[in-house]
């Protein structure tokens, strides 16, 4: 049984900083990527940032105000969130993938207030 889960969502003003955890437990292997994703209600859900083999890209929207960083050996993955804005509100996703599997977390909420 494999978990990740996300942690640091909460309300932030605009122009604030949000700091989002991922940790997986239950793992006995290593994930090769692990990303960040988000996603608004009645929205498909969006990239926001992926890291591989220390290689990181990001949405445009987030570009230069987001940084995701990944410890492959505790299969943990941060994302850094500065300058945030209203429209980096939703539901963010911490991804870890192994060859052709993916695991999800549970998302946390973000909410940036204007």
């Known amino acids: 049984q494999v978990q990740l889960v996300e942690s640091g969502g909460g309300l932030v003003q605009a122009g604030g900083s949000l700091r989002l955890s991922c940790a997986a437990s239950?793992?006995?292997?290593?994930?090769?990527?692990m990303g960040w994703y988000r996603q608004a209600p009645g929205k498909r859900r969006e990239l926001v940032g992926i890291i591989n083999a220390g290689i990181t890209n990001y949405a445009d929207s987030v570009k230069g105000r987001f940084t995701i960083s990944m410890d492959n050996a505790k299969n943990t993955a941060d994302l850094q969130m500065n300058s945030l804005k209203p429209e980096d509100t939703g539901v963010y996703y911490c991804?870890?993938?192994?060859?052709?599997?993916?695991?999800w977390g549970q998302g946390t909420q973000v909410t940036v207030s204007s």
């Open positions: 991804c870890g993938g192994i060859f052709s599997d993916e695991y």
């Open positions: 239950g793992s006995i292997f290593r994930f090769n990527v």
